[in-house]
Nanobody, 123 residues
Framework: VQLQASGGGLVQAGGSLRLSCAAS????????MAWFRQAPGKVREFVAA????????FYADSVKGRFTISRDVAKNTVPLQMNSLNAEDTAVYYC?????????????????WGQGTQVTVSS
């Protein structure tokens, strides 16, 4: 499984960014896909997840109502639309995958990781 994250950048507070995770190497129908983030000096934390097969979505409380995770079955991508960004959202964002339909929220429960993309929100 290969995961390639893209779309990060510098944005002002209140702005939006759209990240994308390109997935390849497997059929992902029984996978859970997720986004995590890691700010400097902090542990990597769960942001959002989606069951590839059913499209069910899950969010951390800190991003609920502002971020939207989805999947494009035709393109094998997992976008993360981020709106109303604030300085606390500044981090390296990673996409991850696990070969189970049971959703998990811990970083150690994901088998595959992309390389990360930097998101910086200026206040």
């Amino acid at each position: 499984v290969q995961l390639q994250a893209s779309g990060g950048g510098l944005v002002q507070a209140g702005g939006s960014l759209r990240l994308s995770c390109a997935a390849s190497g497997r059929t992902f129908s029984s996978y859970t896909m997720a986004w995590f983030r890691q700010a400097p000096g902090k542990v990597r934390e769960f942001v959002a997840a989606i069951r590839w097969g059913g499209g069910n979505t899950f969010y951390a409380d800190s991003v609920k109502g502002r971020f939207t995770i989805s999947r494009d079955v035709a393109k094998n991508t997992v976008p993360l639309q981020m709106n109303s960004l604030n300085a606390e959202d500044t981090a390296v964002y990673y996409c991850a995958a696990r070969p189970y339909t049971v959703v998990a929220f811990g970083r150690t429960q994901y088998n595959y990781w992309g390389q990360g993309t930097q998101v910086t929100v200026s206040s």
